[in-house]
């Protein structure tokens, strides 16, 4: 009952800030974590995960009495799971059954360029068309996928899917789950708002009901001293999480491209949108009780303010066999670090006025006018993203991971030698950053706050073969 309160208050607060949303209904508490559906492989080959996917209209019950028309990948929010082996090929027959043109963009996937998913490289595709994507998973570790066309409004509705890739060095773990990490704007009746004002794109758009795994305050049962690993991804247009399990420390062992060498400990696990992180969790407490998962205040910038913390899901603790003996693992898999070095440029992101329109700029450029970086093909080159707003942005790369290498001048702790596809620059600072750029073709990056790409927070970069 508790929950149940705390998940009201938690919406009640939100709907207070929200202006434009009037009061919405308290919605249903599930009983359970709402792990993403597995879609079936159709392949026989063991090498080979060949699976349909279709983006549709459907419909969920986010507030209580209410349906909410979302458009979902297999009819399903969060959408589906593919799961796979590293170095497997996946084949992926997409339908687009939308009113709308779109496209599939495998979020930290090293694809082949024309495989990305963006206009640069991909007529969008039309409603009642089909395409195939194919390509080798290379990198063991927790991907997303979801549209690069109208990506506010699409991902927001619904349109996001979760992929897999399980490789030699997997940790030991009692339990695994998914913590699909997001938010919808909705108004009373369960229709999306879709008002936009300049403080929505302001602050990308951050919705009046949070969600993991799609519901509100979702259950995750564990057993008392079990390992439980938890796979998270930010999916949320704007809204920044701030992890926490009040008396507990989560083991950080992978983040955007697998697992990382030095794993670390944390009481509050900071996830921007389009971030991945893999943690382990060893739930302490009594068999019967109930913890919870918040969401801790974060501030992120002068415009957003601080935002209050609030509750995210229910830990229920088993009655279970108790302690498996597992251990929480010192070391992970090597990875190879990039070489470090000064930085050959500065890239700097800001926003401002442009003919009265609310613009986010890189180097004082909105996209498509942002002129594009040319290297070539294998060339390893450090940059220097430099935030000038004041205001966070998770700075997003595709194709190709990258190593953070300093924050404002300063390296790194060895901890955070990681492959990452996106970061945080926090505001008025600098980021370093190292890349190899061994695929060719046309790269975008952008800000991941989907309100900021949309107003011109993107680039392209041009790898030369
Ligand atoms: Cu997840 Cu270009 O984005
Ligand atoms: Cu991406
Ligand atoms: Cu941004």
């Given at each position: 009952r508790l929950s149940r309160a705390l998940a009201g208050v938690a919406l009640l607060s939100l709907l207070a800030a929200g202006c434009a949303a009037e009061q919405a209904e308290e919605p249903p508490v599930p009983d359970a974590w709402g792990e993403p559906a597995v879609v079936p492989d159709r392949n026989p080959d063991p090498r080979i995960v060949e699976v349909d996917l279709e983006a549709r209209e459907a419909e969920k019950a986010y507030l209580e009495g209410t349906t909410t028309t979302v458009w979902a990948y297999n009819g399903t929010v969060p959408g589906p799971l593919i799961e796979a082996n590293v170095g497997d090929t996946l084949i992926v027959h997409f339908k687009n059954s939308l009113p709308e043109e779109t496209t599939i963009h495998w979020h930290g996937v090293r694809v082949p360029n024309e495989m990305d998913g963006v206009m640069a490289?991909?007529?969008?595709?039309?409603?009642?068309?089909?395409?195939?994507?194919?390509?080798?998973?290379?990198?063991?570790?927790?991907?997303?996928?979801?549209?690069?066309?109208?990506?506010?409004?699409?991902?927001?509705k619904g349109l996001f899917g979760l992929i897999r890739v399980r490789g030699p060095n997997e940790p030991e773990a009692d339990v695994e789950k998914i913590a699909v990490l997001g938010d919808v704007f909705l108004n009373k009746d369960g229709t999306f708002n879709e008002e936009l004002d300049d403080d929505t794109i302001m602050m990308g758009r951050e919705g009046n009901v949070v969600l993991v795994n799609g519901e509100v305050m979702p259950a995750l049962d564990v057993?008392?001293?079990?390992?439980?690993?938890?796979?998270?991804?930010?999916?949320?247009?704007?809204?920044?999480?701030?992890?926490?399990?009040?008396?507990?420390t989560f083991r950080v062992i992978g983040t955007d491209g697998g697992l990382i060498p030095q794993p670390y400990d944390t009481e509050r696990l900071l996830v921007s949108p389009g971030e991945r992180y893999d943690v382990l969790l060893i739930a302490d407490g009594e068999p019967g009780t109930e913890l919870t998962l918040m969401n801790e205040a974060y501030e992120r910038g002068h415009h957003t303010g601080l935002a209050e913390p609030m509750p995210l899901a229910r830990v229920r603790i088993g009655e279970g066999p108790g302690l498996s003996g597992r251990t929480l693992p010192e070391t992970g898999p090597a990875i190879e670090r990039l070489p470090g070095g000064p930085a050959e440029a500065t890239i700097t992101f800001d926003e401002g006025y442009v003919d009265g329109k609310l613009t986010f700029t890189i180097d004082g450029k909105a996209f498509p006018d942002v002129p594009p970086i040319d290297v070539?093909?294998?060339?390893?080159?450090?940059?220097?993203?430099?935030?000038?707003?004041?205001?966070?942005?998770?700075?997003?790369?595709?194709?190709?991971?990258?190593?953070?290498?300093?924050?404002?001048?300063?390296?790194?702790?060895?901890?955070?030698?990681?492959?990452?596809?996106?970061?945080?620059?926090?505001?008025?600072?600098?980021?370093?950053?190292?890349?190899?750029?061994?695929?060719?073709?046309?790269?975008?990056?952008?800000?991941?706050?989907?309100?900021?790409?949309?107003?011109?927070?993107?680039?392209?970069?041009?790898?030369?073969?």
């Open positions: 490289v991909q007529e969008p595709i039309a409603p009642g068309e089909t395409f195939t994507y194919q390509f080798t998973l290379r990198d063991a570790g927790f991907y997303w996928f979801h549209p690069h066309v109208m990506e506010p409004e699409q991902i927001q057993q008392p001293g079990g390992l439980t690993r938890l796979r998270i991804v930010n999916v949320a247009n704007g809204r920044f999480f701030n992890l926490a399990l009040p008396g507990h070539q093909e294998g060339s390893v080159h450090v940059y220097d993203l430099k935030n000038d707003a004041e205001m966070d942005h998770p700075f997003h790369l595709h194709g190709f991971f990258f190593q953070v290498l300093a924050r404002d001048d300063v390296p790194v702790a060895d901890e955070e030698l990681a492959n990452k596809d996106t970061v945080i620059l926090p505001q008025r600072s600098t980021v370093r950053i190292v890349t190899r750029f061994d695929e060719p073709g046309m790269w975008m990056y952008h800000c991941h706050i989907l309100e900021h790409t949309e107003r011109g927070m993107m680039g392209e970069i041009h790898v030369e073969p």
